[in-house]
């Protein structure tokens, strides 16, 4: 089998479509034929050894984290799933491995996928949709009727908190590049600001705001003055800045994102009940994933949406 590589961290000249053979299957685990891998930022960024600390020093190490894909085999102590399920999910960090053929991963974190949602929109899924679910539910407490502000509303874990929040009963504003404001009003957001707003403007209105901007964060500043009483802010970037205000008294969190397989399933429902999409940008198959890879991370997406890469 073939999968996407590297003998050493660093920039896209490391990635390498290898050879590989699956890791024995342990007794908790299933192997999946994978069908479709979505590429995330964090991809690049353990490749390039910014998570180190996690993944450790040991090569070749394996890229890609979101999947989805048909089982073909699974461990003594595997119940929820069977052979030919139909799946998706993600491997642990430390391992990763789903730009595949097939790829080796915990029982827990993986989930059937809706027969009415394709292999490719399935792979756009799990990092995104259960990021945006636990800074939504877990850590923000969202409840029907609340007013969300999602910075950067139009990114994957923005976009997914948009609609999850909705989906909620809640009532939901952003910010994006103001050359896109219709794109986030079509998705229901309301009002639509650009990323230089005056956050005065909307002082006082919101129960929770979410930074999903990553590297292009909310000033907390401007969070703050967007509360209301007692309101809250999560922010899905736990840098070590971030985490270490989190600690500080104050309404502000951090998101660690937590593979918890209620979640993983919870995303899957919503996506194939339809309240949960995630545009695709670009589907290329394995053997060019390195040039899309390398375009990707140099340059960003043409347009707006995730890159697929179909084994």
């Known amino acids: 089998m073939k999968r996407i590589q590297y003998h050493q961290y660093g920039g896209p000249e490391v990635m390498r479509l290898e050879e590989f053979e699956p890791a024995p ?17 964090m991809d690049f960024g353990i490749r390039a050894g910014r998570m180190k600390m996690v993944t450790g020093r040991s090569f070749p190490r394996a890229m890609g984290y979101d999947f989805a894909g048909v089982v073909e085999a699974v461990g003594d102590r595997v119940t929820r799933l069977h052979v030919g ?3 998706l999910g993600g491997p642990p960090m430390k391992s990763s491995g789903a730009f595949a053929e097939a790829v080796v991963v915990p029982e827990k974190r993986v989930v059937r996928k809706p027969a009415n949602l394709s292999f490719e929109d399935a ?17 923000g407490r969202l ?3 609340q007013a969300v502000f999602v910075h950067s509303c139009l990114g994957a874990v923005g976009r997914s908190a948009v609609q999850i929040a909705l989906a909620h009963r809640a ?7 103001d050359t896109a404001r219709s794109e986030a009003a079509a998705l229901g957001v309301d009002p639509v600001v650009d990323f230089d707003f005056e956050p005065a403007s909307l002082a006082g209105r919101f129960d929770l705001v979410l930074d999903a901007g990553g590297k292009y ?3 907390i500043k401007a969070a703050r003055t967007m509360l209301k009483p007692g309101g809250g802010i999560v922010s899905v970037a736990p840098t070590p800045a971030n985490l270490a205000r989190s600690f500080l008294p104050g309404p502000y969190q951090v998101l660690v994102t937590q593979p918890v397989t209620e979640d993983i399933a919870e995303v899957a429902r919503a996506a194939g009940q339809g309240t949960l ?3 695709i940008a670009r589907t290329v198959p394995l053997s060019q994933a390195i040039p899309a890879l390398t375009e990707l991370e140099q340059n960003g997406t043409a347009k707006r949406g995730k890159l697929i890469i179909t084994p």
Not at 27 to 34: F, G, H, I, K, P
Not at 123 to 139: C, E, H, N
Not at 171 to 177: D, E, K, M, Q, Y
Request: glycine share 10%; charged share 20%.
């Open 25 to 41: 299957l342990g007794a908790d685990e299933v192997l999946v034929r994978v069908r479709a891998a979505g590429v995330n930022p």
């Open 85 to 87: 399920d139909e799946v």
């Open 123 to 139: 792979a756009t899924l799990p990092t995104a949709g259960v990021t945006a679910l636990q800074a939504l539910i877990t850590k």
């Open 143 to 145: 409840r029907p009727g």
């Open 171 to 177: 009532t939901v504003a952003g910010s994006c590049r």
């Open 217 to 219: 964060s909310l000033p």
């Open 277 to 279: 999409r995630l545009p």
